[in-house]
Every structure is written in structure tokens, then in C-alpha cells.
């Protein structure tokens, strides 16, 4: 039987570069997850609805939902926050908008898939990736070295025949991230050639680095010093598999899931509108 491609993202890059025994758990193995991982994910329960709640009324706008509609019962801010990203869309003044776009591209053998919140493209041939960020611009060194800012671009460009956009070229693409919390000063990241020429060298090299990885002791734990352990195990899902042992009294750090995607922890737990 043939074995289907394995499917890289995103996430599943970060997840990677965060700890490589955390991504064979995830992504690799069969173990469950235990009891506390869901109560360490339900500190974020707020922040992970907010962001769904968030991408589904820009789903429902897109949809032809008139604001008033949309928008009723929300708090204020949350309301003025969707009505300000949605003058942004407006602004862009593009022929063509996608929402919530998944696009998945062949990368050697592999599979590359990247989601866009809105693609829009003007008749020029310039492409607009956006990305709603429901929170502060707090680390934007963080957001430019980012997987997101790295594959989203570059899976965009490599699918554009596909869509039809045949005068697509990597100068001609901006990713976007707009904050609701600052959304007058949304960061901007033109695109090039060279750029696109160096992500899929890099995405290679980390593609090939965890294919080449044999068994679960191939996948290496994060050191054991008491600071790593702290920012990256003690908040990990998978604790309990790695007799790791936190010393922090403090509060427990969220993972960043600004940089490690959201969806997968809204696939975690079944979010409603209501």
C-alpha cells in the first residue's frame, strides 16, 4: 500500500524547532494526552475563543452578513476591533478575496500547507496575505523571523497557477499582519525572489532534518537546565512522558500560540458561537 506524503505546516515546523521530542509525540506517536495537558490548555481557553469567535465573523462578513447582523452582542471593543479589519479588507480594494484559504503545495516528497486568513489579489498581479492577529503587536523581530512569515508566502507563490493568478511574482507579495489591539499599525513584509529562494532552502533542510530522524530516542529532548525546562516543558501537553521536572512556583506560561497556530488547539476543543 502506498504511504501517503507527510504533511508539513506551519505548526508542525514550530512544533519542531520548539523541542523535537514534543513534535514525535504530537505528530509521530500514538500517546494520548493525559488529564493535566487539558487543563493547561484551557488557561487558554479565552484567548483561543476570541481568536476563533474572531476569523469565523470575518468569515460571515466575507459571506455577505451585513455588520449590524454579525456583530450584534458583542462587547464594544470586540465589535469595533471587526469593524476596523473590515474597512482593512475593504482597503485593499482587490478583485478577487479568499477566506480562510487553505493551499497545500507538493515539496519534493513531501507535502507543504499553509491557511491564509485573506488572500486578495488586485489586477495587477500583487497579492495581499493577511493575517489577523487578535491581540498586540508586541514582537515584531519575532513575527519577521516567524514559520508563518517564512511558508505563507512562499506556499502562496507556488500555488498561484494554480489559481490562475499566472503574473504572481514574489515581488508582487506582501504578507500582512494586522493587530486588533493596534490596528492602525499593521506590519507589513514585501516579498522577493530571494527570499523565496532562501525559505525553500531552509524548508528543505528542516524537512530533510526530521525525515531523516529514525525512532523515538532520535527525537531529541530540550536540554535539562531549570530555565528551559521552565519556558518549554512545564507548559507542554506531553510533560508527563518526559520525567522532566519544573521548578518554577510561578504561573504557568502559556506555549506561544501566536506563533504555533491556533487551529490546532480550536481542533482540541469543540468551540461554539454561543
Known amino acids: 500500500m502506498e504511504v501517503e506524503p507527510f504533511e508539513f505546516n506551519q505548526a508542525r515546523l514550530s512544533a519542531f524547532r520548539r523541542c523535537h521530542r514534543r513534535f514525535f509525540l504530537k505528530y509521530r506517536s500514538d500517546r494520548q494526552l493525559l488529564e493535566r495537558a487539558f487543563t493547561l490548555a484551557d488557561r487558554d481557553w479565552d484567548a483561543a475563543r476570541l481568536g476563533q469567535r474572531f476569523h469565523l465573523y470575518m468569515e460571515r462578513l466575507a459571506r455577505g452578513l451585513p455588520m449590524q447582523s454579525v456583530a450584534n452582542g458583542l462587547p464594544p471593543e470586540q465589535a469595533a476591533s471587526l469593524t476596523k479589519a473590515w474597512d482593512y479588507r475593504c482597503s485593499l480594494r482587490a478583485d478577487q478575496f479568499l477566506t480562510e484559504y487553505e493551499l497545500t503545495i507538493p515539496f519534493d516528497h513531501w507535502r507543504l500547507t499553509a491557511r491564509a486568513d485573506l488572500l486578495a489579489r488586485c489586477g495587477d498581479g500583487t497579492v495581499t496575505i493577511v493575517d489577523w492577529k487578535t491581540g498586540a503587536n508586541t514582537n515584531t523581530d519575532r513575527l519577521r523571523r516567524s514559520d508563518q512569515a517564512r511558508i505563507l508566502p512562499y506556499v502562496v507563490l507556488e500555488a498561484a497557477r494554480h489559481l490562475g493568478w499566472n503574473t504572481v511574482t514574489a515581488s508582487g507579495i506582501t504578507l500582512v499582519f494586522w493587530f486588533a489591539q ?48 521552565d519556558a518549554v516543558c512545564r507548559p507542554c501537553e506531553y510533560i508527563h512522558y518526559c520525567e522532566r521536572n519544573p521548578t518554577s512556583a510561578g504561573p504557568v506560561q502559556p506555549i506561544d500560540y501566536e506563533e504555533e497556530d491556533l487551529e490546532s488547539l480550536w481542533e482540541t476543543f469543540d468551540f461554539s458561537l454561543d
Open 182 to 229: 493596534d490596528p492602525d499599525n499593521p506590519l507589513k513584509l514585501p516579498y522577493s525572489q530571494r527570499q523565496h529562494e532562501q525559505s525553500r532552502s531552509n524548508l528543505a533542510s528542516i524537512m530533510g532534518m526530521i525525515d531523516g530522524l529514525e525512532g523515538e530516542e532520535a527525537f531529541a529532548r530540550v536540554p535539562d537546565d531549570p530555565a528551559t525546562v
